[in-house]
């Protein structure tokens, strides 16, 4: 009864597992959104632990970081609303391109398209943003 018990036990941790890691836009897309309500809260700590390793080589501290987002993506600080758009995954979830429609301060309209890096750990990481201003989805 025991080893039947113990089968049924890692059997549902196995296949809980593996359909989390089938699932790469949804765990890049919160990821994303994790980062954005970081912002949202001043949270540079949570923020930057977000960010990969390549974006943290060239931003060595949560502060530089915090700064650089204040600077060149005050959409992304300072959000409005937001949704996901469309999503590409390249190779077999390695990377994962993801829209964010964001309504931003004064009306204008932003799209935000994520580069999410997955890691050796399993984790993804913010590689990348680039913004387009007033746009709609239309694809990757």
Sequence with gaps: MFFRFACLLLSMLLF???SRAE??????????????SAFASDDAETAYSFAS???R???????QFLDMVRKNYPPVYKLGNY?????????????VLQEVLI???????????????????????VNGVRMKRNTTSEGI
Aim: glycine share 12%; aromatic share 8%; charged share 25%.
């Design 83 to 95: 949704a996901f758009g469309r999503s590409k995954l390249v190779g077999g979830g390695e990377l």
């Design 53 to 55: 390793p390549n974006i």
């Design 16 to 18: 809980s597992g593996v």
């Design 57 to 63: 080589s060239i931003y060595r501290s949560e502060t």
């Design 103 to 125: 309504s931003g301060e004064e009306g204008q309209d932003w799209t935000a398209v994520y580069e999410m890096r997955l890691m050796d750990d399993g984790s993804y990481k």
């Design 23 to 36: 699932d790469p836009v949804r765990e890049a897309q919160a990821v994303i959104a994790n980062q954005l």
